[in-house]
Structure formats: structure tokens, C-alpha cells
């Protein structure tokens, strides 16, 4: 397990959200993003989440709710890596993998697409 201060993930998770694609960040929409240190006790290794409703499940009703929650838990992500070029790497996978799920891609298509 690396170590590395929350600031420092933090960092490391907003430079991954600089590098989603303009076109693509322009279309995230009423989402906010939080880093944890610690996932639920009844999936200790996630990494991230995304809590919300998607935008190809969006229709005219909707309006007027919080935003969704995407959540990348630091923890785990140490864990898993053996220097900081694997925390960058797997920040930047799950970033991607959880905003993602705002548009509605699902697992199985992430997980084709190297993004597992």
C-alpha cells in the first residue's frame, strides 16, 4: 500500500476531472464530486461510485433535485497500487468509470472498453 495524504489524492482526482474532454465536461450536468477516505463497510475495496440518475434516464420530470454524487474513496485506491504512477492511473480510471455512469454506460460496456 502507498501512502498519500487526502490533499494530495484530492489532487490528484480533480487533474483527472481537467482531463475529461471539453465537449464531454460541458455535458455533465447537476453532479457534484466528493473524495472519502473510506468506501462502505459492505464493499470495503470500491473504488468510486456514482449515486444519481443518469441523463439517458432523464426526462421532463426532472428538475429541482440535489445533484447527483460521484465518490472517489482514497482508501481502497491505495490499497491497490505499489506507487503513485499506479494511484494516478486508477484515479484517473475510476473518474472516468463513474462519470461514465452519468451517461449511462454501464459496467459490462466500461469493462469492454478497458475501463473495468
Known sequence: MIEMSR???EV??????DEVP???AGLI????IFV?????PSDPGLLG???GIPLTERGNWYGGVLPDRITIYRNPTLAMCETVEDVVDEVNITV?????HHFGIDD????ELGYG
Open 7 to 9: 490533499t494530495d489524492f
Open 12 to 17: 490528484l482526482v480533480a487533474e483527472a476531472l
Open 22 to 24: 471539453p465537449e464531454l
Open 29 to 32: 450536468d447537476n453532479v457534484a
Open 36 to 40: 472519502e477516505d473510506d468506501a462502505p
Open 49 to 51: 461510485i456514482y449515486e
Open 96 to 100: 472516468v468509470h463513474e462519470i461514465a
Open 108 to 111: 459490462a460496456r466500461l469493462h
